[in-house]
Nanobody, 120 residues
């Protein structure tokens, strides 16, 4: 069992930066691949970035070069560093834990989400 709690979302101006954090509970955190997803109003949830247990990562084309996913297995933490934010990045961002198939995460556990709003 893994419980996930996101933090760090807030209102920011376009061009700004944010770092989202995801705190995971459970002794088996390092056994899970992790991911960040987002869902904008009226749109489906989409994968933003995924990371394997040993730190290999992949990012969606829409955020490549701007966002970076990372994890600290010693602290049971996953991060999403977001730079050069755009209004279209506005969404609720979710942390997830699960199994990677290629770079697609089959999520077994979800956090409650954190709101990111980028103003133009």
């Amino acid at each position: 069992q893994v419980q996930l709690v996101e933090s760090g979302g807030e209102l920011v101006q376009a061009g700004g930066s944010l770092r989202l954090s995801c705190a995971a509970s459970g002794r088996t955190f390092k056994d899970y691949s992790m991911g960040w997803f987002r869902q904008a109003p009226g749109k489906e949830r989409e994968s933003v970035a995924t990371i394997s247990w040993n730190g290999n990562a992949d990012h969606a084309d829409s955020v490549k070069g701007r966002f970076t996913i990372s994890r600290d297995n010693a602290k049971n933490m996953v991060y999403l560093q977001m730079n050069s934010l755009k209004p279209e990045d506005t969404a609720v961002y979710y942390c997830a834990a699960g199994v990677l198939f290629g770079w697609t995460l089959r999520a077994d556990y979800w956090g409650q989400g954190t709101q990111v709003t980028v103003s133009s």
